[in-house]
């Protein structure tokens, strides 16, 4: 029987120097669409994704960076006959996602980030904002505590037992206190530039709404997943506004994880630098195949296991 199979994106974080370099190296697709990023951003994609250095770190790179990466894989990817029939991607791997759909073209995705990253690292000025994981709570027993603090809010369901709040540094920092009161088993600051995903970013999701009224929208040929309501998009005369709104909602990432498994997915394949997703998918539902691609070998790997297990008839 032939199976259902989603392509899901990594967001910020998952960011690492060398990422990508081997499809560069080897895929003219991969190649042409690192350049083409280049020429379009006026920044040396490859160098920033390749080389170490200070800027990947930056939301204002890292963004266009990442997406530049895992759509240069999806085109490898592609290309060797394995094909998507959703898409999803947390946060900024959205962006990917839309794109796999059909919904946006590669250039339009990657300059479109690029600016989001701009208005999302100058948004709260830094030292105000920031993140945390919790680790070991629901999302019930974490709202609890958060909706009797001004200033914190959730920010990612990401899987059973860990949550990640976002917000004014000190009301972050105190919402940590009280969850690990609660029982919470670990409370990690996150590395981030800014409180993503917060009521804190409203403008900041005002501002890319204008321009995305600049970018076409095309009609999707397979669904994604939005971030915001953690349901299939169809049309996507809907992208723009559920994309502005993004910036400052809850990624809603475990119901729509499983909103995809209602529907029959039952494979999963990571497609970017890391394996965070392929990590959340495993404590969400542990019967679902999951698999990742980062690496050319990984690819190849993924591939011929899936072409061995019967997966597409055109993979």
């Known amino acids: 029987m032939s199976k259902k199979i989603a392509f899901i994106y990594p967001g910020q974080g998952a960011q690492k120097p060398g990422m990508g370099k081997e499809f560069y190296e080897r895929d003219d697709d991969a190649r042409q669409l690192y350049d083409s990023a280049s020429k379009l951003l006026a920044l040396d994609m490859a160098d920033l994704c390749f080389t170490p250095n200070r800027y990947l770190d930056l939301t204002e790179y890292t963004q266009a960076a990442m997406v530049t990466t895992s759509l240069a894989m999806t085109a490898a990817v592609v290309k060797r006959g394995l094909k998507a029939d959703v898409a999803a991607g947390l946060s900024l791997g959205e962006y990917c996602a839309i794109v796999t759909a059909g919904g946006m073209s590669a250039g339009q995705a990657i300059s479109t980030v690029r600016k989001r990253g701009i208005l999302m690292q100058e948004a709260v000025p830094a030292g105000i904002g920031t993140m945390a994981a919790v ?44 969850l690990m009161q609660a029982e919470a088993r670990q409370v990690v600051m996150l590395k981030v530039s800014g409180p993503f995903h917060s009521p804190l970013l409203a403008e ?62 039952d494979t999963m394949v990571e497609i970017g630098p890391g394996k965070t997703l392929t990590g959340f998918l495993r404590k969400i539902n542990n019967e679902i195949k999951a698999y990742n691609i980062a690496t050319w070998e990984d690819m190849e790997r993924v591939i011929k296991e899936l072409q061995n297990k019967g997966g597409h008839d055109d993979c």
């Open 204 to 265: 900041a999701g005002t501002r890319l709404e204008e321009v995305l009224a600049s970018v076409p929208v095309t009609p999707l040929a397979i669904p994604y997943v939005s971030n915001v309501t953690g349901a299939y998009v169809t049309d996507s005369s809907l992208t723009k506004a559920l994309l502005a709104a993004q910036v400052s909602a809850p990624v809603r990432w475990q119901q729509g994880v499983e909103a995809m498994i209602r529907d029959g997915v």
């Open 135 to 178: 680790i070991g709570l629901d999302a019930q027993a974490v709202t609890a505590v958060t909706e009797l603090i001004e200033g914190v809010s959730v920010a990612n369901y990401n899987c059973p037992g860990q949550i990640v709040i976002t917000g004014l540094t000190g009301a972050v920092e105190e919402a940590g206190r009280r």
